[in-house]
C-alpha cells in the first residue's frame, strides 16, 4: 500500500506517520509514506527524526496548490491522508487569504489528483470549529456548518468540497473532524505549549477575556489512531467525529497548567478577548465508537503531565521555533 500524507511534518500529520511506521496501526502495516509538507513555519522536519531514514518513508517538499506536483504524486497512491493546512485562528483573523488559499483551493488541488489518479480513499482531516459554537449539547455528523473565524470557514469550505467530489464523482472520500489537539511537538503559538513555554521562561500567559470559553481536548495519539481507523474501516461519503472527552474552560486548562510547572495565578495575563471567539465546542462521536470501535485511550491527566516534561526537557526543538513565530495568540 502506497500512502500519501499532506501536511506530514507538521504536528498531527507527523505524529501519524511516526506512529504508523512504528507498526501502532494494524491496517497500515507495511505500507510506504509519501510525506509531503511545504515547510512553512510550522512544519519542520525535525518532527519526523527517527522515520526519515526508514525504506518506507520518502519526504517531498511541495505545495499542495502545485497541480502537476500533486499529479505526480498520486500515481500508484492507494490512500490519502490530507492533513495539510493553515490552522492558527488568530492568523486567520489578521489575515486570512492564505487560509482560503491552502485550505480551500490546495484541498481541491488534491482532490482532483485523487479522483484523476484513480486513488482508492481519500481522508480529510478537518475540525469541530466548522460547526461554530454549541451551548449545551454536542454535535452529532449532522450538524449544519456555522462557522465564525475565516480559519472555520476556510475548513467548512474544503469539507463540502471533499463532500461533493464523493457526491459528485464518486471519490471514496471519508471526513474527520476533531477537538482540541494536544501533544508533543505542537506549534508553541497554541495555547497548551505556549502557556507552558511561557512558565517555564518565568513568563506570564495571556488569557483571553474571562476564561470561560470550554474546549473539549483530545490527545494527538488519540486522534491519529481514530483517523487510522477512518483509513481502514470508515463508509464511503461519511463524516467522522473524534473527541477525546474532557472539557474544560480556558480557565481551568490555565490553572492545570499552572499547578504542572508550580505556578500560581499571579502568571496570568488577562488580555481582550478575540474577534468572534467561539463560546464552547463539544462533538458526539458515539459515531467513530459505534461503528469503527474508536475510544480515546490517553487520559487528561496522563497525557498533560507528559506533554510538560516533554517541552521542559525539549528545549532545542521549540525556543528556535518561538522565536521565529510572529503570532500572539493562544486559543482555539
Known sequence: MRVLVTGGAGFIGSNFVRRAVSGAYPGL??????????????????NLSGVLDSPRVEFVE???????LMSTLMGGTDL????????????????AADF???NVVG?????????????????HVSTDEVYGSIEEGSWPETWPLEPNSPYSASKASSDLLARAYHRTHGLNVCITRCSNNYGPHQFPEKVIPLFVSNLLDGKRVPLYGDGLNVRDWLHVDDHCAGIALVAQAGRAGEIYNIGGGTELTNKELTYRLLDAVGADGSMIEP??????HDRRYSVDWSKIRDELGYSPAVSFETGLAEVVAWYRENRSWWEPLKAASQGAGAHR
Do not use: N, W
Not at 511541495?62 to 502537476?68: F, L, S, T, V
Not at 484541498?107 to 481522508?123: E, I, N, P
Open 107 to 123: 484541498t481541491q488541488v488534491l482532490l482532483q489528483a485523487a479522483l484523476d489518479a484513480g486513488v482508492g480513499k481519500f481522508v
Open 100 to 102: 482560503v488559499s491552502t
Open 62 to 68: 511541495g505545495d499542495i496548490r502545485d497541480p502537476a
Open 80 to 95: 490519502v491522508v490530507h492533513f495539510a493546512a493553515e490552522s492558527h485562528v488568530d492568523r486567520s483573523i489578521s489575515g
Open 271 to 276: 488580555v481582550e478577548d478575540r474577534k468572534g
Open 29 to 46: 502495516a507495511g505500507a510506504e509514506f509519501v510525506v509531503l509538507d511545504l515547510l512553512t513555519y510550522a512544519g519542520t522536519l525535525t
